[in-house]
Protein backbone atom coordinates (compact mmCIF):
# COMPACT_ATOMS: atom_id res chain seq x y z
CA UNK A 1 0.00 0.00 0.00
CA UNK A 2 1.49 3.25 -0.87
CA UNK A 3 0.45 6.36 1.32
CA UNK A 4 0.14 10.28 -0.76
CA UNK A 5 -0.08 12.83 1.65
CA UNK A 6 -1.08 16.25 0.17
CA UNK A 7 -3.22 17.24 -2.37
CA UNK A 8 -3.32 14.80 -5.39
CA UNK A 9 -2.46 11.31 -6.26
CA UNK A 10 0.86 11.44 -6.04
CA UNK A 11 3.51 10.76 -8.64
CA UNK A 12 2.40 8.31 -11.35
CA UNK A 13 4.36 4.35 -11.08
CA UNK A 14 6.13 3.59 -14.58
CA UNK A 15 8.84 1.71 -15.59
CA UNK A 16 10.83 0.86 -18.74
CA UNK A 17 12.73 -2.72 -20.13
CA UNK A 18 16.00 -2.13 -21.39
CA UNK A 19 17.56 -5.04 -23.68
CA UNK A 20 17.59 -8.14 -23.61
CA UNK A 21 20.50 -10.12 -22.90
CA UNK A 22 20.93 -14.07 -23.46
CA UNK A 23 23.74 -15.41 -21.79
CA UNK A 24 24.85 -19.26 -20.45
CA UNK A 25 26.73 -19.45 -17.17
CA UNK A 26 28.79 -21.64 -16.36
CA UNK A 27 27.10 -24.87 -15.78
CA UNK A 28 25.59 -24.19 -18.80
CA UNK A 29 21.98 -22.86 -17.48
CA UNK A 30 20.63 -20.66 -20.15
CA UNK A 31 20.19 -16.28 -18.55
CA UNK A 32 17.89 -13.97 -20.03
CA UNK A 33 19.03 -10.66 -18.36
CA UNK A 34 16.92 -6.83 -18.71
CA UNK A 35 17.47 -3.96 -16.70
CA UNK A 36 14.13 -2.46 -15.47
CA UNK A 37 14.76 1.49 -14.60
CA UNK A 38 12.48 3.15 -12.58
CA UNK A 39 11.21 6.15 -14.30
CA UNK A 40 8.32 6.79 -12.02
CA UNK A 41 7.68 8.67 -9.10
CA UNK A 42 6.95 5.38 -6.57
CA UNK A 43 9.08 2.37 -5.95
CA UNK A 44 8.23 -0.38 -7.95
CA UNK A 45 7.80 -4.30 -6.84
CA UNK A 46 8.45 -6.09 -10.00
CA UNK A 47 7.62 -9.79 -11.51
CA UNK A 48 7.96 -11.17 -14.81
CA UNK A 49 7.54 -13.96 -17.16
CA UNK A 50 9.06 -14.89 -20.66
CA UNK A 51 8.06 -16.95 -23.32
CA UNK A 52 10.59 -18.02 -25.95
CA UNK A 53 8.71 -18.71 -29.59
CA UNK A 54 10.13 -19.63 -32.85
CA UNK A 55 12.73 -21.49 -31.64
CA UNK A 56 15.07 -23.83 -34.03
CA UNK A 57 12.61 -26.28 -36.11
CA UNK A 58 9.56 -23.66 -34.95
CA UNK A 59 10.10 -24.72 -31.16
CA UNK A 60 8.33 -22.65 -28.20
CA UNK A 61 9.26 -22.39 -24.70
CA UNK A 62 7.69 -21.44 -21.34
CA UNK A 63 6.62 -19.17 -20.00
CA UNK A 64 9.52 -19.35 -17.21
CA UNK A 65 9.07 -17.15 -14.13
CA UNK A 66 11.55 -14.44 -13.80
CA UNK A 67 12.00 -12.75 -9.66
CA UNK A 68 8.65 -13.51 -7.64
CA UNK A 69 9.09 -9.84 -6.61
CA UNK A 70 12.36 -7.38 -7.46
CA UNK A 71 11.68 -4.16 -5.42
CA UNK A 72 13.30 -0.87 -7.58
CA UNK A 73 13.09 2.50 -6.39
CA UNK A 74 12.72 5.82 -8.32
CA UNK A 75 15.35 6.60 -10.38
CA UNK A 76 17.09 3.41 -10.18
CA UNK A 77 17.16 0.32 -12.19
CA UNK A 78 17.51 -3.16 -11.11
CA UNK A 79 18.54 -6.56 -13.31
CA UNK A 80 15.65 -9.37 -14.06
CA UNK A 81 17.14 -12.53 -14.64
CA UNK A 82 15.03 -15.26 -15.77
CA UNK A 83 17.05 -18.65 -15.34
CA UNK A 84 16.27 -21.52 -17.99
CA UNK A 85 17.26 -25.32 -18.40
CA UNK A 86 20.04 -25.95 -20.14
CA UNK A 87 18.45 -28.33 -22.28
CA UNK A 88 17.07 -25.17 -24.62
CA UNK A 89 18.98 -24.55 -27.56
CA UNK A 90 21.32 -21.71 -28.49
CA UNK A 91 18.36 -20.07 -31.29
CA UNK A 92 17.93 -17.93 -32.48
CA UNK A 93 14.72 -17.33 -30.77
CA UNK A 94 11.54 -14.83 -30.31
CA UNK A 95 12.49 -13.84 -26.55
CA UNK A 96 8.97 -11.95 -25.08
CA UNK A 97 9.63 -10.39 -21.24
CA UNK A 98 6.19 -9.53 -19.52
CA UNK A 99 7.27 -7.59 -16.48
CA UNK A 100 4.51 -6.57 -14.27
CA UNK A 101 3.97 -4.11 -11.26
CA UNK A 102 0.73 -4.14 -9.91
CA UNK A 103 -1.57 -3.21 -12.55
CA UNK A 104 1.06 -1.73 -14.63
CA UNK A 105 2.11 -4.38 -17.57
CA UNK A 106 4.71 -4.38 -20.26
CA UNK A 107 6.29 -6.57 -22.49
CA UNK A 108 9.33 -5.97 -24.89
CA UNK A 109 10.02 -8.90 -27.59
CA UNK A 110 13.37 -9.05 -29.03
CA UNK A 111 15.25 -11.86 -31.04
CA UNK A 112 17.48 -13.38 -28.90
CA UNK A 113 20.37 -16.32 -29.50
CA UNK A 114 22.20 -17.98 -26.28
CA UNK A 115 25.87 -18.28 -26.81
CA UNK A 116 28.13 -21.24 -25.27
CA UNK A 117 31.01 -19.08 -24.55
CA UNK A 118 30.59 -18.51 -21.46
CA UNK A 119 30.59 -22.25 -20.40
CA UNK A 120 33.83 -22.63 -22.70
CA UNK A 121 35.67 -20.08 -20.84
CA UNK A 122 34.98 -21.24 -17.59
CA UNK A 123 35.43 -25.00 -18.30
CA UNK A 124 38.99 -25.35 -16.66
CA UNK A 125 39.42 -28.39 -18.60
CA UNK A 126 39.31 -26.01 -22.02
CA UNK A 127 41.05 -23.50 -20.24
CA UNK A 128 43.95 -26.08 -19.48
CA UNK A 129 44.13 -27.11 -23.22
CA UNK A 130 44.72 -23.49 -24.51
CA UNK A 131 47.37 -23.19 -22.22
CA UNK A 132 49.33 -26.32 -22.94
CA UNK A 133 48.51 -25.49 -26.98
CA UNK A 134 50.46 -22.02 -25.80
CA UNK A 135 53.29 -23.42 -23.97
CA UNK A 136 54.27 -26.24 -26.53
CA UNK A 137 53.96 -23.43 -29.31
CA UNK A 138 56.28 -20.90 -27.44
CA UNK A 139 58.74 -24.15 -26.36
CA UNK A 140 58.78 -25.29 -30.39
CA UNK A 141 59.68 -20.85 -31.22
CA UNK A 142 62.23 -20.82 -29.01
CA UNK A 143 63.69 -24.02 -30.33
CA UNK A 144 63.28 -22.80 -33.48
CA UNK A 145 65.20 -19.76 -32.52
CA UNK A 146 68.22 -21.47 -30.56
CA UNK A 147 68.90 -23.94 -33.34
CA UNK A 148 68.81 -20.97 -35.94
CA UNK A 149 70.97 -18.98 -33.67
CA UNK A 150 72.86 -22.03 -32.93
CA UNK A 151 73.52 -22.60 -36.72
CA UNK A 152 74.33 -19.15 -37.57
CA UNK A 153 76.86 -19.01 -35.39
CA UNK A 154 78.65 -22.51 -36.66
CA UNK A 155 78.68 -20.52 -40.14
CA UNK A 156 80.31 -17.32 -38.93
CA UNK A 157 82.74 -19.00 -37.08
CA UNK A 158 83.79 -21.99 -40.19
CA UNK A 159 83.91 -18.91 -41.93
CA UNK A 160 86.97 -17.68 -39.97
CA UNK A 161 88.57 -20.72 -39.79
CA UNK A 162 88.95 -21.17 -43.35
CA UNK A 163 89.81 -17.66 -44.61
CA UNK A 164 93.43 -16.78 -44.75
Same mark, same amino acid.
Do not use: C
Given at each position: &?????G %???? %? %? !? ?7 V @????? /?? +?????? !? ?6 ? @?? /? ?6 ? +? ?8 ? %? ?7 T? #? =?????? &??? &?????? =??? =???? +? ?5 ? *?? $?? /?? +? ?7 ? !????? /????? #? ?7 ? *? #????? @???? *? ?5 L?? #? $???? $????
Open positions: &MYVSV %PGNG %P %P !ATFEIGRL @ATTAE /DG +TRVLTA !AISNTGGR @AL /DLSGTLSL +TEGPAGLSAG %PFDGHKSLV #A =PGRTGQ &MSV &MLEDAI =PEG =PWLA +TLQVRSG *LI $VQ /DL +TSEITFSND !ARAEG /DPRIR #ASYIIVATV *L #AVAIV @ASLL *LWNRRRRK #A $VSLK $VLSP
